[in-house]
């Protein structure tokens, strides 16, 4: 299988995902609601206007949406580069490009579609749900984790040098 059509399924598994585990939430946990699934981890439905921690929340609808669609368009345009970059042997880009992609198709069929992107995904200090992680979703941990795998193929592996 070539590697834009690897990098394609990857990324719409992940957006199916996505997508999936967003309208669960909204379905069944109300808006503000946790529910503890483990002592640090509890599902917990907010919704987020801005992009990652909240950054750019406050900016004016007017301002943010076409800064959304810039940075989506610029994503797919350095994914596709690196893409078409990737050698033969280079599984672990092709697979991280293909997350990432994923991770920001989710994220922006919500931004786009209701103006804000859902977050679940809660987790805390033992007992102490003040101190967490801000809530996000698996478009997100897509996207970190695709980060992950390049830097780690890069630095560790070596192969991007």
């Known amino acids: 299988m070539n590697r834009y059509w690897t990098a ?25 609601d946790r529910i503890q699934v483990l002592p640090f981890f509890d599902v917990t439905h907010i919704i987020n206007r801005g ?12 301002i943010r949406l076409p800064l959304f669609a810039l940075v989506l368009v610029a994503a797919v345009v350095v ?16 697979f991280s490009l293909g997350l ?24 805390h200090w033992f007992g102490d749900p003040a101190l967490h992680w801000p809530p996000f979703n698996i478009a997100d941990s897509a996207i970190t984790i695709g980060v ?9 592996l070596k192969r991007g040098q």
Do not use: C
């Not at 990432?100 to 994220?107: E, K, L, Q, R, T």
């Open 79 to 94: 994914i596709f580069f690196f893409l078409k970059k990737a050698g033969p042997g280079n599984r672990l880009l092709v």
């Open 8 to 32: 394609a399924i990857v990324a719409a598994v992940v957006v199916i995902l996505d997508q999936l585990s967003k309208w669960l939430v909204v379905k069944f946990v109300p808006l503000y």
């Open 100 to 123: 990432i992609m994923g991770g920001a198709i989710g994220n922006s069929i919500d931004r786009f579609r209701l103006r804000y992107v859902t977050d679940f995904i809660d987790f």
């Open 148 to 156: 992950i795998l390049i830097l780690f193929d890069t630095f560790i």
């Open 51 to 62: 992009a990652a921690f909240g950054i750019f929340r406050d900016l004016p609808e007017s």
